[in-house]
Each structure stands twice: as C-alpha cells, then as structure tokens.
C-alpha cells in the first residue's frame, strides 16, 4: 500500500512552475534564432537575384555569343553567324547559324533555340530547344539606359552586320515595360 | 511538444538556409575565378597580339643590323606565365610565314588531303567540311576554321597540345602570301618551285642566304636573273610585310583548361575591325 502510494509521485507546484519558466525561455531562444534566420535569408535572396534558368541561359547565350561574328534579325527572330555548333556539349567550331526564334502557338509563345550548320552538302537544321516562356518579341543592339531603350534598340537588322564588342539581347514578354530577360555581351 | 516542434522547424530553416549560403558562397567563386580569367585574357591579347606586329619587326631588324644573325627571322613567340591562380601557355605566330590551306587546296584540290596528312605529321584526325556557300565561292574561302579541316573534338580528347603544334605551321587566314623574311628554306624553296620553277627556287634562296647583300624585298627580286613572268609569279607569292597575325592560349584553371585563338588582320572575316576570335 505505501509503495504504491510512492510510485504514484505528482509534481510539486514548484517543480510545474520551473518547468514552465524554462520552456518559455527555451522557446524564446528559438523564436528569437527562428527571426534572425528569417532576415539571413532575406539578405541572401536579396544577393541572389538568379534563378536557375536565367543562369542556365546567361550560360547559353555566353557560349554562343563568344563564337559569333555577325548577326542580323528582326522582332521575332535573331541570327548569329558564327562558329557555336555544339555537339555533346563541345565545340566542334564548324560555321554555323545559331537562330532565336518566338514561336507563337495556340494562346502562348516560346523562344526556340536553333542551330544551322552552314554550306555542307547535307546542311543540317538542328533540333529546337525549348528557351524561355511566353515571350512575345526579341531586341538586340548596344545596351542603352532608361527612356530612351526601346526607341533605340534596333528592332529589325536585316544583313549581316559584325557583332560589336558590347552586345545585349533583351527577351520581352507581355509587360512592355521591363523585358523578362536581358543579357549583354562583352567580347574578350 | 510546442519545444520539439520549434526545435525541428528552426533545424529545417538552418539547413536550407545552409544550402542557399553554399551555392552563393560556390557561385561567389566561380564569378571570381571567370572574372580572373577574362581579365587575364584581355590583358594578353593586348599585351600580345596587338602588338604583334612590332614585336616581329624588331626581331626581323635585329637580323638585319647583326651579321652573326642570319635569316629567316623568328615566326612564332611562346610565352608561359602564371596571372592570378591560373597558369597561361600563349604561342603568337605570323600567319604569313605559314602553309595558307585555302591556297594550296585553290592550287591542289585533288592532292590537298594526302599533303594535309603530311603537314600534319598524321598526328591530328582530318575531317574535311568545305563551305560550299555562294558566299564563300566569291570569297575563294572554302575553310575559315580548324573545326572545318580537324576533329576538334576527338583532338582536344586526345592530345590537346597536338592541335597547336600542328596550327603553328598552317593557317586558314591571311591574304595567301608568305612572308620572305619569315619562312624556312624548305618552304621557301618549295613556294618559289610551284610559283616559278626549281631555278628560281635556288636563286631567290641563295640570295637570302647571301651575308655579302642585304636582303630586301621586292627590290632584291630585280637582281635576280630571272624572267618577268617568274618575278611577277614570286611577287605574288611572296611579301615583305606581314598583316595577319595569331595568339593561341591555353589557360589552365583549378578544374579545367579553356584554348582560345585570335586572329589579327584577316580582312575576309572580322568586317568590325577587331580580331576574329574562338574560345573553347
């Protein structure tokens, strides 16, 4: 009868009041590590403005850009002559035409990735590859500030012209204010 | 409870947290490391290339002032140096002291493969794509790059350094003509025998390798005992002055190596003025 009276212990008021005092703090500590977090991350957001895509196309357009010597184009479609065949991931350096086309179908748009092999007998048109959503027209040209970009920007440049030593594509979607993607070119 | 849970929120936040400052903190040193790079290149390609020209006439003048020198003057430089955390192996070369493929594939199509194997030592796979565009009929210009003669691919695999050792002595660019104060005695000789003949081969060797007479072209040419013809045929042929030059780098980081190649003065291709350029 007495042991079972033992074993059947309570807690005290004080030992409740203790336990409590601590789990406060202790979930106080974390709330406050849980905010501090919180701003760390949105501090590092704020440094990481890419996405994964936008560096997967910095890295595309880089590799093609570099090998270019001319371009011409118009709103819906760029050319860059040059040397960016790839296959397999490497350069093979053979002439080739890498095009960036908008391809309208029903209700939406792409912008398609293609490569023209250029002069041999079985001139070869590569496969498209799906770039970018919803994109409605393509800009190119020296990379101008403020106002005065989309009045500048050459919309349509229908010869050959040797690509200048700073270049910038802008892909522009619905909103005609802010392209959703902008890359400039600075040639080694 | 409410502990445990906040507990295990605050240890999930930490990782992904960790995660996101990782790749920042990797792309943070790629950005640096490509930023090295670039800035490094720049610097040799204008260090070197664009002064390319006055660093082969200074060594051509040299020979011209000091009689133990003799011809022909140094065609190709190297240069190796360490620029940041990258180690850099440059070779600058003038194009016109060097076997202009399109020239010899104009002059010889059907002989053209069986003398590019020999050119090159057979130490670089051949594959031959010519440009049969319109454009590049005007332009008498069937190959304007290395990836239209060699398997660029198969090559780099195999043995990278192959593919500037055998670039060193051929050239896609250029207006054709070999510059006399610059080629070897065989290409000299071989040059002057398809130009004009074996005869006047001879002479126009043995008038370089004559230290009596200074050596100048085209003046040199009218000293020579030969017919108007053949002088006409050398003098196309051969120049005196150079105007296309070439920079290979290869670049060699902490996880790979990049090769570019410049070339400088090639009036064909590069329509803006700056050099033609291939990285990869």
């Not at chain 1, 079985?122 to 990379?143: H, K, M, Q, Y």
């Amino acid at each position: 009868m007495m042991s079972d009276q033992n074993s059947i212990r309570g807690m005290t008021a004080v030992e409740v009041l203790a336990a409590t005092v601590l789990a406060a703090l202790l979930m106080t500590a974390l709330i406050g590590v849980l905010r501090g977090l919180k701003a760390q991350q949105a501090a590092v957001d704020a440094r990481m403005p890419t996405a994964s895509w936008e560096l997967a196309l910095d890295r595309t357009l880089k590799r093609d850009l570099e090998n270019t010597i001319a371009y011409e184009g118009t709103e819906s479609v760029l050319k860059l002559h040059g040397y960016g065949d790839v296959v397999e991931g490497e350069r093979t350096w053979l002439p080739a035409t890498v095009l960036y086309e908008v391809r309208k179908g029903k209700g939406s748009s792409w912008l398609v990735r293609r490569v023209a092999q250029r002069g041999s007998p079985d001139e070869r048109s590569g496969a498209a590859e799906l770039v970018l959503a919803e994109v409605r027209r393509i800009t190119f040209g020296l990379p101008v500030e403020g106002e005065a970009r989309t009045a500048a920007e050459k919309n349509a440049v229908t010869s050959k012209t040797p690509l200048p030593a700073r270049f910038s594509v802008h892909f522009w979607g619905e909103d005609v204010s802010q392209p959703l993607y902008t890359f400039t070119h600075h040639a080694l | 409870m409410m502990t445990l849970t906040l507990i295990v929120i605050a240890a999930l936040s930490l990782s992904g947290f960790t995660r996101k400052s990782l790749r920042l903190a990797v792309e943070a040193k790629e950005a640096e490391e490509t930023l090295q790079r670039k800035w490094a290149l720049i610097s040799i390609r204008k260090a070197l290339l664009d002064r390319a020209a006055e660093r082969f006439d200074h060594l051509k003048d040299q020979i011209e002032i000091d009689e133990d020198l003799s011809w022909p003057a140094p065609a190709k430089l190297a240069f190796e140096f360490m620029l940041g955390s990258g180690h850099y192996r440059c070779m600058l070369s003038d194009e016109h002291a060097k076997w202009n493929l399109n020239e010899v594939y104009r002059s010889e199509p059907d002989r053209f493969r069986a003398w590019l194997w020999e050119a090159t030592d057979r130490r670089v796979p051949v594959i031959l794509r010519p440009d049969r565009s319109p454009e590049t009929k005007l332009r008498s210009r069937p190959y304007s790059s290395w990836g239209q003669v060699f398997d660029i691919r198969e090559t780099l695999r195999r043995d990278a350094t192959a593919m500037g050792e055998v670039t060193s002595r051929l050239t896609l660019w250029g207006d054709g003509k070999l510059n006399v104060y610059r080629i070897d005695d065989r290409m000299l000789s071989e040059a002057a025998t398809q130009a004009g003949d074996r005869d006047a081969a001879e002479k126009l060797l043995e008038s370089r390798r004559d230290t009596n007479i200074s050596f100048v072209w085209p003046d040199g040419l009218d000293r020579l005992d030969l017919r108007r013809t053949e002088k006409l045929r050398l003098r196309r042929t051969f120049t005196g002055e150079s105007t296309c030059y070439a920079l290979w780098v290869e670049a060699r980081g902490k996880h790979r190596t990049r090769h570019h190649l410049w070339i400088a003065g090639d009036q064909a291709s590069s329509g803006s003025g700056r050099p033609l350029a291939f990285h990869w």
